[in-house]
């Protein structure tokens, strides 16, 4: 189609396009309403002719929990104690809550978080800096925001701040109700925070205390305690519990080690939307839960750390612990280079007759100190312990095993035998997860096997006669 050709039809498409524009002005101006009025109505139409009512996507409805429909939107100030604060920066709403020490959260009182020591924080973080912490001057931290994201794009809309005055937990906690109150909010912390000289959170390494940084940052300020100490309690529940309870969240914690299980709480996962209904309706009633929401994830910090100070601090406690924890407890000192310590613990799991994954763990954390500190005969016993336990086929002892014999003892007929023993269970299919690497497995007992034989070709015999009697 040349250029003449397209101008002419587009000129006919615009003449197309206003004859019938000035059809409907005519069909639809007020001086036809009669023919409004006797319009056929929806329910009279065929049903492929009328008209589907328009549905709002899922993410644009507000969510509501059940049983909020029973009351009216109400401000958060008329429904929770605390007070607004107005200044040019914004509005933020403060509200503190005051506990005594002795107060039980779970199975567990407040004061025993005092209890904890330097040394202890310490050997459980292995962060040199954890020794200056003194609970008495620590805010323990939690942050509610609008996302699980640490991009500028996420805001925190709550912060609370536990501490220890006197004989009380004290919690604060910070709240604006608009992204313009920002600023405001960020002044009030900064003010709040600077009296501390620590911080506990509970993967606030990872999140809390990264996103807040942010926050100050984009408003010109700086995070009071970016350098200050920081015990972060997920990694320490890790490093104690993961082994036995797999799970290490917060609210699995409180309910399998403080005797803590929470009623009519929020999700941490609905905390984001309720804050965009909040932001949509101004209902406080949401808003209240998530309060107390992070209330209860202050508090269970705070219980949380005196159930670790009875880890370290308590030899009675450590006689009823389950031998999974004795060994998570028992890596913790042999991380810290603690290797008396650690056997110790070890010894107590093995004496505990654990279930048989668990005991060959003990035996191989526990041969592998031996062997560091050339005590090979009890390395020994242990490896021949493993084996003999029976489970899928793990190269370690074996392999352990053979090198004794071979290098230590020089008995190359056993260390032979160990190595034919390997190459059986390999050949029954028992290797267990290393099914990935078993032909290079194969292959390097293959080769021990070959050099052990020509050893003993080479060997005198008289001297492997003395040797073997030895053995």
């Known amino acids: 189609m040349d250029r003449q050709s397209k101008k002419k039809k587009i000129a006919e498409l615009r003449q197309m396009v206003d004859h019938m524009s000035e059809r409907m002005i005519d069909k639809h101006s007020p001086s036809q309403p009669a023919v409004i009025e006797k319009a056929t109505a929806p329910e009279q139409l065929p049903k492929s002719h009328q008209l589907k009512p328009k549905l709002q996507k899922p ?58 020591s330097p040394d ?29 994201s640490r991009s500028t794009g996420t805001f925190v809309f709550l912060v609370g701040c536990g501490f220890f005055q006197d004989e009380e937990f004290i919690i604060r906690q910070y709240f604006m109700h608009r992204y313009e109150d920002e600023l405001a909010l960020i002044i009030q912390l900064e003010r709040e925070l600077r009296a501390y000289t620590s911080i506990i959170s509970f993967n606030g390494k990872q999140f809390d205390v990264p996103l807040l940084k942010n926050r100050f940052l984009l408003n010109n300020m700086l995070f009071p305690l970016a ?41 941490g996962s609905e905390i984001p939307l309720l804050y965009t209904q909040y932001l949509h309706d101004g209902d406080g009633h949401p808003i209240k839960k998530i309060f107390h929401h992070n209330q209860l994830d202050i508090l269970s910090m705070v219980t949380l750390l005196g159930t670790i100070n009875h880890y370290f601090a308590s030899d009675n406690f450590r006689q009823e612990l389950n031998p999974c924890d004795l060994y998570s407890l028992g890596n913790i000192y042999r991380n810290r280079s603690l290797h008396d310590e650690a056997i110790s613990l070890y010894r107590q799991g093995l004496d505990k007759s654990p279930e048989p994954e668990i005991e060959y763990k003990l035996l191989k954390a526990t041969a592998g ?4 500190s050339a005590n090979f005969a009890q390395a020994q016993s242990c490896w021949e312990r493993m084996i003999l336990l029976g489970l899928d086929f793990e190269p370690y002892p074996y392999e352990e095993l053979a090198k004794y014999q071979e290098h ?42 070959n050099r052990l034989n020509r050893k003993m070709k080479s060997r005198p015999q008289h001297n492997s006669s003395l040797r073997s009697i030895k053995s």
């Open 120 to 148: 202890t924080l310490q050997i459980l973080t292995g962060d040199d800096t954890i020794h200056a912490l003194d609970i008495r001057r620590t805010v323990f931290i939690d942050t509610e925001t609008t996302g699980l």
């Open 59 to 116: 993410e644009q409805v507000p969510h509501r929990a059940a049983g909020d429909h029973s009351h009216a939107p109400q401000p958060l100030r008329e429904i929770l104690s605390g007070t607004e604060s107005e200044t040019e920066e914004g509005t933020v709403f403060f509200s503190e809550d005051i506990f005594p020490i002795h107060m039980f959260h779970g199975t567990r009182a407040l004061h025993e978080a005092l209890d904890v």
């Open 227 to 267: 350098r200050k100490p920081h015990l972060d309690l997920l990694h320490c529940a890790r490093s104690l519990w993961k082994a036995r309870l797999r799970w290490c969240n917060l609210a699995h914690l409180e309910y399998r080690l403080l005797g803590f299980e929470r009623q009519d709480d929020v999700p």
């Open 369 to 372: 100190l031996h062997k560091r």
């Open 408 to 449: 230590i003892r020089k008995n190359f007929e056993q260390a032979a035998a160990i190595c034919r023993s390997a190459l059986e269970k390999m050949a029954q299919h028992q290797y267990g997860s290393y099914k990935g690497s078993f032909p290079r497995l194969k292959d390097q007992f293959l080769y021990r096997l």
